[in-house]
């Protein structure tokens, strides 16, 4: 079983960079900030990162109905 929580320096390899590659990306706003609370980092919304930085999105992808970006928004907002 693949951990869906991951802490920064597993997240970064599982992103294939160094941790401060990955820590930049975070900073740059490329990569979602940590679970609040928490020093893990949750793999789905790394998924999403990526796939919205290679341009890739689901045939029929609506972001304004999707469940991390509206979460995004949410942790934006507070």
Known sequence: MTARLLSGEEAATYCG????????WIALGLMPQKIKGTLKWDRVAIDQAI??????????????????????????QR
Do not use: C, M
Request: charged share 30%; hydrophobic share 25%.
């Open 17 to 24: 960079v160094s941790p401060r590659t990955f820590f930049r």
């Open 51 to 76: 796939d919205r930085l290679s341009n890739i999105q689901p045939k029929g992808h609506d972001n304004d109905n999707d469940a991390y970006e509206r979460w995004a928004r949410q942790q934006g």
